[in-house]
């Protein structure tokens, strides 16, 4: 099973950018789904992209379609994210996620999640 650590959140103005990083221990990386989800302040935690070990195209929410770009290189064991155009909506814990199977956009079909990386997005 592999752990997962992000790194990258920090503090950025409306309209600028940031790269999340999520590194993953265990030599199966390259064939878990990845996934990114998000938890701003008093609600609940939701989907934000995803993407498979290869073949098909990453899945975005809506809300960030465009503006957010999730990649992976398994030879480094790491999934990104990369923001741009970002709005003080974007502001929340941003968690990475992994799972054996397909694409997903639920969260209770991800089995190991990392610990969060705080962004805010300030207006």
């Known amino acids: 099973q592999v752990q997962l650590v992000e790194s990258g959140g920090g503090l950025v103005q409306a309209g600028g950018s940031l790269r999340l990083s999520c590194a993953a221990s265990?030599?199966?990386?390259?064939?878990?789904?990845m996934g990114w989800f998000r938890q701003a302040p008093g609600k609940e935690r939701e989907f934000v992209a995803t993407?498979?070990?290869?073949?098909?195209?990453?899945i975005y929410a809506d809300s960030v379609k465009g503006r957010f770009t999730i990649s992976r290189d398994n030879a480094k064991n790491t999934v990104y994210l990369q923001m741009n155009s970002l709005k003080p909506e974007d502001t929340a814990v941003y968690y990475c996620?992994?799972?054996?199977?397909?694409?997903?956009?639920?969260?209770?079909?991800?089995?190991?999640w990392g610990q969060g990386t705080q962004v805010t997005v300030s207006s």
């Open positions: 996620a992994a799972r054996r199977g397909r694409r997903s956009v639920r969260q209770s079909e991800y089995d190991t």
């Open positions: 993407v498979s070990w290869s073949g098909p195209t990453p």
């Open positions: 265990g030599r199966t990386f390259g064939s878990y789904t």
